[in-house]
């Protein structure tokens, strides 16, 4: 060890000393803390203190120089974090934040602001409040499949069928096979499993469910051949984490505690939640509308998905041995070459494009940073670092608000980046050395295209959320793209720059094409990473909704216009009222579109759970009210006609309000909103 690092240890202990006046920690807890150049347990309200430079700096020796410039980069961190947290947490409607910083090998800064609870008034410590790290949880799940890797207990690259029993063999009918790195990349190619029951209790149980019986309910099939897209997968992860179970004969939770957890000493994490630990010091999580709703809380069943509760001062150890190569001492959580497998790129749609390491993925707007965010409808978080630089941390936020320019833990990022000198802007570069695709061999990538994610959902509002962004693609005789309808930043003129990757010199962005193992057609956009892929929908997929959608409302529009007109005739014409009841059926077609799409349009734009179901509910009533009211009209039509005393306008009106009401439902249907067809 070298000089310098047994005087930063030395200045440690003696903080660590005057901190333990304050406030007492375990022995164990005060020799983990020696490594850390300083810690603060929290601070609701921080106050800066100015920084005073030693005197007689020429006579000073070389360690109290490195000693002091440690403190003084540290004591400007806190300042700077301190003035970022008090506008941030109210632009960001944050109640409580955890933090901890590492650098050099050392955890540079750990700190708590705001509350825990915001009724109770219990404010955020760093070392006792344990936060939600929700799907930063992955990262754990990654590191333990490293680990087994490493003792040739797991192969990355085998068939993951090998793993697993009989019960839940993934049938593949592609000629790639399913591995783990798949897994651990999201490119396992399974359907979106957003809207099946079984991923999260609204309780938190008495029991833990074993993972085997949450994969045999929830474990959707493959729609796409692994590798062929990224499509963000937590499903994907738990049968990791299950095989994690078979390969080492442990259960998760045990395996994460005893491999990772106790020899890094994070001592105040936990993989899952009990009603007895609800009355351990954890954070409350929040929403926000017009000032913080208290969140009920449950428990998430995928737990190597994200289901760890953690501490800043445990997530700083975490930071620490995966900047170290694994750690240091005398129980590192891998070895060297691992964390170089580890922390290198597995999957990109291109070179230039960001990627997936193992568990992390690139920064999209510096490579070098390997991130993993976590969110669930309360709590936010990110864990962030930089091997080459010695830098990373972890950020935990007890809301979830994202505001017009992204979340706080994001802005966060930026701040602490630019701090120590890092660049969060890298330039994209304009040429790749290969020669352009001719223009004939990309004009079958023209079309519309839709999130990958939106492919084999079940009922639900998750299709038509996804599919509201359906990106089209022209390419001109030159072969230069056109994209539309992606949204302003993306739209525009992209020039091809290499084989099947195009640059978009005004928005700074790249576009690629790639086609899978069964001939799919993906366009992958440069957004944050986990970045969009979308699949190209045939001219059926392509056109019918839209056009359904169209049809329904502008023949509802025209219904009402109708039966206006029907109600003057009757005034004038002396019609009887029984007539106008035989036609009330195909008027009552309108209302009932435009209370379907009003219904729609809520679930789209409410995140609430509760909400999600009613509205399902409610449209499939309006749905089936629609195909009742087209059965009577067609009826009283046919009846009327029989007798030569249908009238060609009240025709007319029963055709078109039917073909309105029957394109709403066809679009319902296309959009999985239907629960009876």
Known sequence: MRMGQWMKMGLAVAIVAQAAAIQPVSAQAQAVKVQTVQTEVQAVQPQPQDVQSPAHAADTPPEKQEEAAARGERERLERQTDEFMKSAMDKYHVPGVTLAVVKDGAILLEKGYGYA??????????????????????????????????????????????????????????????????????????????????????????????????????LPPLVRAPGDAVQYSNEGFTLAGYILERASGLSYDDYIRQHIFTPLHMDNSLTYLTPERLNQPLAQGYSYDKG?????????????????????????????????????????????????????????????????AYGFFQNDKNPAILVHPGDTEAFSSLISIMPSKGIGFFIGCNSQYEGDDGTLRDAFEEQLYSFFGVSMDQPLATSTGEAPEPAASIQSYAGTYAMVISEGLGPGVSKLRYRMMTPGVTV????????????????????????????????????????????????????????????????????A?????????????????????????????????????????????????LGAAAVILLGVFSESRAVQGQWLLAANILAAGIAAAIACSVGFAVKYGRSKKLHLFDAAVILGLGLAGASAILYMYLMKLLLFI
């Open 117 to 218: 609870d915001v009724e109770a008034k219990v404010p955020v410590d760093p070392f006792k409040t344990r936060f939600s790290i929700a799907s930063v949880s992955k990262v754990f799940t990654a590191t333990a499949a490293l680990q087994l890797a490493e003792q040739g207990k797991l192969d990355l690259d085998a068939d993951v069928n090998r793993y697993l029993p009989d019960s839940l063999q993934v049938a593949n009918p592609y000629h790639t096979p399913l591995t783990m790195k798949h897994l651990l990349t999201n490119t396992g190619g399974f359907a979106n499993a957003e809207q099946r029951e079984g991923a999260w209790s609204d309780i938190v149980p008495e029991q833990r469910v074993p993972l085997e019986q949450t994969l045999q309910k929830l």
């Open 545 to 593: 909704g839209g056009l359904a959608w169209k049809i329904a409302l502008a023949g509802a529009l025209l219904g009402l216009l109708a039966g206006l007109i029907a109600i003057c005739r009757r005034k004038k014409s002396g019609a009887t009222r029984m007539r106008l009841r035989h036609r009330l059926p195909a008027y009552l077609i309108a209302p009932l579109i």
């Open 476 to 543: 001109s005789k030159q072969g230069e793209i056109t994209l539309k309808s992606a949204g302003e930043e993306l739209n525009g003129q992209y020039t091809q720059i290499g084989k099947r990757i195009f640059y978009n010199k005004k928005a700074n962005k790249y576009l690629v094409l790639k086609e899978g193992e069964s001939g799919s057609k993906y366009l992958v956009l440069d957004t944050t990473v986990p970045y969009q892929a979308f699949v190209k929908l045939n001219s059926w997929e392509a056109g």
């Open 292 to 356: 913080f709703v208290k969140m009920k809380q449950g428990e998430v069943l995928t737990y190597p998905a994200g289901s760890i509760w953690s501490t800043a001062d445990d997530m700083g150890k975490f930071v620490l041995a995966h900047l170290q190569d694994g750690g240091q001492g005398e129980n590192p959580i891998f070895g060297q070459d691992t964390a170089k497998q580890m922390y290198s790129l597995q999957y990109s749609a291109h070179p230039l494009m960001p990627g997936y």
